[in-house]
């Protein structure tokens, strides 16, 4: 018995060769990436790249968030803005809030007149904060609730001075307040009516509060958990936490001023072919419209026909055409023609 090894055949060598060919290529192992961390930079970035900063996100949602924290920190925000707030939003815009501090007038100090004023926008940032000179003598400043006191008018702009920088202020915008209209009252001023954002009345019409005069402090102490009017009052203040409870109803508050366009049920056919069909269409609108013009003045012949028609036979009746009849002596009724006849006793 022989140990030579028999040499495969050339099928099989071909067969092997083909297996080799299509077989595929030996999966390597994948390599996990690691997350870079700005303390650990990865291998493959540059050291002259410098990472970017990201603004702090406590700025931000001062801007532009209407969270609680957000409007919490606009309530407490320092006079007349925040540091870090932006030019742009500094501005007037669109919406404003307003609030006002009377002190008395008067004998007994009951009667109320203007003192303080002040506007902010919708980042409660203080547009006009000014106190008002009074004409009458005041027998009752209010201090503990106004916080006005005889010194804070040493500086004070006259009435009409101060009325005037509210009314451009408060023109073309959305005015926000809480019982708006008596601060308006005691400014001398009128707004539109779809132009007013009553927190005191909004409130209390989608179920914020059960009163239905519900006091600025306790809105804000129930919305957005923040102490205010404990002491002496300062109508910035309450000017911003008009406009932070505004903010954070406003896209339910806003609803019922939406405006709803009113659309025209004629469907218009396009034409997307040569200019001669289109002519076409057009004579044949024009067509019918003076079809429908015929046909209105078809009806108005017939009224002005009726009324010449009556003209005329009063006309023809037994005098011909042109002369002038007594119709009222020829009705019939009695035996001289005549309908009847009066009797004048002496």
Known sequence: MSNRVAKPSENWLSLQKRLHATAPSPALPRIKRQKSSPETPSASTSS???PSVSPSPAGDLFHHDDTVEA?????????????????KDRQPGPYIA????????????????????SVVNYFGTVLLDEFVRQKERVTDWRTQWSGIRARDMINAKHFEEVQRSVAELINGRILVGHAVQNDLKALMLSHSRAQIRDTQILAHRHGQSRSARPALRNLV??????KIQEGEHSSVTDARATMAIYRLHRSQWERGYAVIPIRSQEKVKEVSKGPRQRKSIRTKSVAKISMKASLLSEKRKGVSSGLST???????????VGT??????QLAGTR?????HISVVK
């Open 48 to 50: 002259n790249v410098v």
């Open 336 to 340: 001289d023609g005549s309908k009847g």
């Open 324 to 329: 002038k009849v007594k119709w009222w002596s």
């Open 98 to 117: 307003l609030d006002c501090e009377m002190v008395g007038v008067g004998p007994t100090g009951e009667e109320s007149t203007l003192a303080r004023v």
């Open 310 to 320: 009556v003209i005329r036979n009063r006309r023809n009746v037994r005098g011909g």
């Open 221 to 226: 102490r129930d919305m957005l958990g923040v």
């Open 71 to 87: 409007l919490r920190s606009l309530i407490l925000s320092p006079i007349p803005c925040s540091p870090d707030l932006p030019s």
